[in-house]
């Protein structure tokens, strides 16, 4: 029998584990096939909301937020970079980090026009992979149009401002339950999980609470 599940998955496009746990759980999901119907809503989180345009080079940004040295910042990439591959999800070279409030209130919109999770997936592909600026809004309007959004309605959103006021009520109420950092995950709006999980531990989980949802 078919289960339903709905899944709240907040990030944000800056994230590397976020790809990481969005590609994981999306590989979970095809391994249990029929036994799930999934709803994947995506919610806004920024990392970096105070970044002004242009963004900041990585290894400074890092550097200054972690106190990492541009040795172990290397070798947390190679360690992304392999983690990523075991899934199937290539990290390219990204040399930047950049505000992504105009992203997320364009992801906003594609939720009303039925494209929010396709556009989450192009976004971090367009960032995390070919190293594009999240920030630009030529860049959004153009992965926007690559999903089967229209470009020149991307562009009014982006120009104006347009759910920005959303996009705050919903970092509110995240931050209003607790959650400070991401991926992080809610299934059925009760039950969490954090962080990039492997496929096996996102797997475990889902057919854990399927089990006990068919019990209630």
Same mark, same amino acid.
């Given at each position: 029998?078919?289960?339903?599940?709905?899944?709240?998955?907040?990030?944000?496009?800056?994230?590397?584990?976020?790809?990481?746990?969005?590609?994981?759980?999306?590989?979970?999901?095809?391994?249990?096939?029929?036994?799930?119907? +999934?709803?994947?809503?995506? @919610?806004?989180?920024? =990392?970096?909301?105070?970044?002004? %345009?242009?963004?900041? /080079?990585?290894? !400074?940004?890092?550097?200054?937020?972690?106190?990492?040295?541009?040795?172990?910042?290397?070798?947390?990439?190679?360690?992304?970079?392999?983690?990523?591959?075991?899934?199937?999800?290539?990290?390219?070279?990204?040399?930047?980090?950049?505000?992504?409030?105009? +992203?997320?209130?364009?992801? @906003?919109?594609?939720? =009303?026009?039925?494209?929010?999770? %396709?556009?989450?997936? /192009?976004?971090? !592909?367009?960032?995390?992979?070919?190293?594009?600026?999240?920030?630009?809004?030529?860049?959004?309007?153009?992965?926007?149009?690559?999903?089967?959004?229209?470009?020149?309605?991307?562009?009014?959103?982006?120009?104006?401002?347009?759910?920005?006021?959303?996009?705050?009520?919903?970092?509110?109420?995240?931050?209003?339950?607790?959650?400070?950092?991401? %991926?992080?995950?809610?299934?059925?709006?009760?039950?969490?999980?954090?962080?990039?999980?492997?496929?096996?531990?996102?797997?475990?989980?889902?057919?854990?609470?399927?089990?006990?949802?068919?019990?209630?």
């Amino acid at each position: 029998m078919t289960q339903p599940l709905r899944i709240d998955f907040v990030s944000d496009i800056s994230c590397p584990w976020c790809a990481i746990g969005l590609s994981s759980l999306r590989l979970a999901l095809s391994r249990l096939g029929d036994a799930v119907e +999934a709803e994947i809503a995506v @919610h806004p989180f920024e =990392l970096n909301p105070d970044m002004g %345009p242009g963004g900041e /080079a990585i290894v !400074e940004y890092l550097g200054t937020k972690y106190g990492r040295t541009p040795e172990q910042i290397a070798e947390t990439q190679a360690m992304i970079r392999e983690r990523g591959a075991s899934i199937g999800f290539k990290f390219g070279p990204r040399t930047r980090v950049y505000n992504t409030f105009d +992203a997320h209130r364009l992801l @906003h919109w594609a939720g =009303l026009e039925g494209r929010q999770l %396709p556009l989450k997936l /192009a976004l971090l !592909e367009a960032y995390h992979a070919e190293g594009r600026d999240p920030s630009s809004h030529d860049v959004l309007a153009e992965v926007a149009e690559s999903v089967g959004l229209d470009a020149a309605r991307a562009r009014q959103v982006l120009q104006g401002d347009d759910y920005a006021d959303e996009v705050r009520e919903a970092e509110r109420e995240n931050q209003a339950m607790g959650i400070h950092s991401v %991926p992080a995950i809610i299934f059925n709006r009760r039950y969490l999980v954090t962080g990039g999980q492997p496929v096996e531990a996102f797997e475990q989980a889902i057919r854990d609470i399927l089990a006990e949802t068919s019990k209630a």
